[in-house]
């Protein structure tokens, strides 16, 4: 064997090796545009951009008169034989943590009914005055560390409104939130037993922002900070409820979940938005709105 | 297996030969690799998504008659490949190639020293662009090919952190293009100041494949690649907001009537540079009655390791990862910002679709080695425990706040950390390496409930 060993050969199937791996192996997306797409759209923005240096200015919001005030209600219920259960995780690295049983919370489900939880539902329309007198602002709304997992797992808040983040247990733990484009939102803090930190938000996000536990990376939460105070977060049994909403007015509405992102609940629903006009007083109940599993892909 | 030399079959093996290597330094398809790669990390591919919504919407057609599923599906082809175009033509728009870099002025980056750092290994001249009678509509300039000659088989052209080496280390080098640094004299998860990149740049990172440029390049050639970073990772940045934009807000940012959107592509680029240009220094306090530690008498020196090392295991939390003894084993399996999402995903060959390069944990740091990559002077110790580590679990130090409760006598309240007394920890932790083996805890240090 070793008398008929061909060093050439093997180096040529080495470098064929080499070449056909290193082709499979990149399949990234390539950033070049096509002559049209460049003459088309990329020579009129290049010139707008070198034309203009302080093209800048945030888009005027048009201000809308609400007429007086409603409540827009409704229930999610997850169209399934039975109720997915979260994988249960290994926390013995803490031993706190160990005698808690924490399961993934990334869908949640109640058994008993179907209702579907942490559905966030806000408002997308902008352009209101003063919110209802029933929003009061600058008050701290709490992110509990407790049990080792956070409570609630998906809390919208309003920007007006603090978030004070809290450890009720008899264990260390930090808070981790990335807030895209937000320096102020994004933090990572170490908060020891019984501390608590109050962080505000610089930025009304389209997403919830991800808020992790370094010390036990089980742990996660969905913070979303609102611009305006219309919004809610499915309970339990997967019921929605929004009081005081602008009436009078063509509102849309965001509808999202950390699972499937934009929720088409509904086949008529783009990017998980709807449209409704309610009016002064209603309370206008969207009933059960059902969805399926293959919207979690599950 | 090849048991003669066949000339027939060497020949033939030549030719495969010489194939292999045309393919290695062509690279594969028609571009010669000079050119940029979007950012599709933790994106599932286009089958992949259209099998998603493919399955959707036959759920919801058996409910719903009114849906035609292959029109649907048609619309989502297109739409795909449409916002696929719009982004790859507003990022070419906005910063340019590799070898016609551009840069929106509200970056407020320095297009001169960008075009040091780009262009190809050992520079080249552009011509100036000239209009039909003659006249320069815009002027030449030289490209200095800095990066690809230091840089890029790391850090990638695009400086995804995935250049041809890059698969080969831990850590990986950095994908600039989240914006994220980590070793920042900022607050916690801001953007780093130049000299912070230059820090790293000159120095190095100890403990990884980062070496020190501080010898092989100029303070000049140093500041065209710091710029050359930056532009990266606005770039980048840009990217990412734009691509939410358009495949998660459904934004469009060119129009079918020739116009675009550039407002929304004004908003995107301006929020990114506000988070550059708006950043706070956190200057450190003075140490408790300050003096240094060369200037601390013996008797002080141990008083300020002790209460470091007290701080260490209970205010400070640090054994919570870095473990009773420094060894960087308290903690849990854990991974940085470009690796937590991949840990999500538990299949390999669907991880392997969304993300480059294969899932790498994060080692709490083992301080008992006195390997420290963002530096091993006490101000690079300090700034790591006040600020933390943006993009690693590593969280800042609680200071100042409420009293909390004292894990070693319980029913008390005890004061929270101070800023000053980082500085003992600063002491206790460059301390560490110089008393392997037999600082291990001692019992009544350890808080009962392991804090």
Same mark, same amino acid.
């Given at each position: 064997m070793a008398r008929n060993f061909n060093p050439q050969i093997l180096l040529c199937l080495m470098l064929i090796v080499i070449s056909a791996f290193g082709c499979a192996e990149d399949e990234r997306q390539s950033a070049a545009v096509s002559d049209d797409v460049y003459n088309e759209w990329v020579v009129p923005l290049r010139q707008s951009m070198a034309s203009a240096e302080s093209a800048g200015g945030g888009g005027e919001v048009v201000q809308l008169d609400p007429t007086g005030w409603a409540t827009i209600t409704g229930r999610f219920v997850y169209d399934a034989p039975s109720a997915p259960v979260g994988v249960a995780f290994s926390?013995?690295?803490d031993p706190v943590c160990g005698a808690f049983n924490i399961r993934d919370e990334s869908l949640m489900v109640n058994a008993n009914g179907m209702g579907l939880a942490n559905v966030f539902v806000y408002l997308r329309t902008r352009g209101f005055g003063d919110p209802h007198e029933s929003y009061v602002p600058g008050q701290e709304i709490v992110l509990a560390n407790n049990g080792c997992r956070f409570e609630p797992h998906a809390l919208a808040i309003w920007m007006e409104n603090k978030i004070k983040v809290t450890n009720e247990d008899p264990t260390g733990h930090n808070t981790n939130c990335t807030a895209p484009g937000d320096p102020k939102g994004s933090f990572n803090e170490s908060i020891p037993a019984g501390a608590f930190i109050v962080k505000e938000f610089g930025r009304s996000q389209p997403r919830p922002n991800e808020v992790k536990c370094s010390i036990h990376p089980w742990m996660s939460a969905k913070v979303l900070p609102r611009e305006n105070p219309y919004f809610a977060t499915t309970d339990a049994d997967g019921n929605f409820r929004i009081e005081n909403v602008p009436a009078g007015i063509e509102l849309e509405f965001q509808v999202l979940h950390? &699972?499937?992102? /934009? &929720? /088409?609940?509904?086949?008529?629903w783009n990017n998980g938005r709807f449209k409704v006009t309610l009016q002064n007083d209603e309370t206008h109940d969207m009933g059960v709105i059902s969805v399926g599993p293959a919207l979690f892909g599950r | 297996m090849f048991p003669h030399s066949n000339p027939r079959t060497t020949r033939q093996a030549t030719l495969l030969c010489c194939l292999a290597l045309a393919t290695i330094f062509t690279g594969c398809g028609s571009s010669d690799g000079v050119e940029f790669v979007l950012n599709t990390e933790g994106v599932p591919s286009f089958e992949t998504q259209l099998a998603q919504q493919s399955e959707i919407l036959a759920s919801q057609a058996e409910s719903n008659a009114d849906i035609n599923v292959d029109e649907r599906l048609d619309e989502f082809s297109d739409s795909y490949f449409r916002k696929t175009d719009e982004l790859a033509a507003a990022l070419e728009a906005l910063f340019g190639t590799p070898d016609d870099p551009a840069r929106p002025p509200q970056t407020g980056l320095d297009i001169d020293l960008i075009r040091r750092a780009a262009g190809p290994t050992g520079g080249a001249d552009v011509e100036p662009l000239l209009d039909e009678d003659g006249n320069v509509i815009a002027p030449g300039y030289h490209l200095g090919g800095l990066y690809r000659e230091h840089c890029v088989h790391c850090h990638g052209m695009t400086g995804d952190g995935a250049g041809p080496t890059a698969l080969f280390l831990n850590p990986y080098p950095r994908d600039y293009r989240q914006g994220t640094f980590k070793f920042t004299s900022t607050q916690s998860k801001e953007k780093p100041t130049d000299e912070d990149l230059r820090r790293t740049i000159e120095n190095g990172l100890h403990g990884t494949l980062m070496p020190a440029f501080r010898v092989a390049l100029t303070a000049d050639e140093i500041s065209a690649l710091i710029e050359y970073v930056k532009y990266f990772a606005m770039r980048g940045e840009v990217e990412l907001f734009l691509r939410a934009e358009l495949f998660e807000s459904g934004e469009t940012l060119f129009f079918e009537d020739g116009t675009f959107n550039g407002e929304l592509i004004n908003t995107n680029v301006e929020l990114v540079a506000s988070l550059w240009s708006n950043v706070t220094v956190v200057q450190p306090v003075p140490r408790p009655g300050g003096k240094s530690w060369e200037e601390l008498t013996a008797a002080e020196k141990q008083e300020s390791l002790e209460i470091g090392e007290r701080l260490f295991r209970n205010e400070g939390q640090c054994i919570k990862c870095h473990g009773p003894a420094g060894l960087g084993d308290g903690g849990q399996l854990n991974y940085d910002d470009w690796n937590t999402q991949k840990a999500l995903v538990e299949d390999e060959a669907e991880r392997a679709e969304m993300w480059l390069l294969p899932l790498q944990e994060l080692k709490a740091?083992? $301080?008992? $080695?006195?390997?420290?990559r963002g530096g091993r002077r006490p101000i690079d110790i300090y700034r790591r425990i006040r600020n933390g580590i943006t993009g690693t679990p590593m969280p800042a130090a609680n200071v100042g706040g409420s009293p909390i409760p004292d894990p070693l006598n319980p029913g008390q309240m005890i004061e929270p950390m101070e800023e000053e007394q980082i500085w003992h920890i600063v002491d206790y932790v460059l301390s560490l390496q110089y008393q392997r083996g037999f600082r291990t805890p001692s019992p009544e240090m350890n808080a009962p409930n392991g804090r």
């Open positions: 926390t013995t690295s950390e &699972l499937s992102g /934009n &929720l /088409n609940a509904d086949a008529s | 740091r083992n $301080l008992q $080695l006195g390997v420290f």
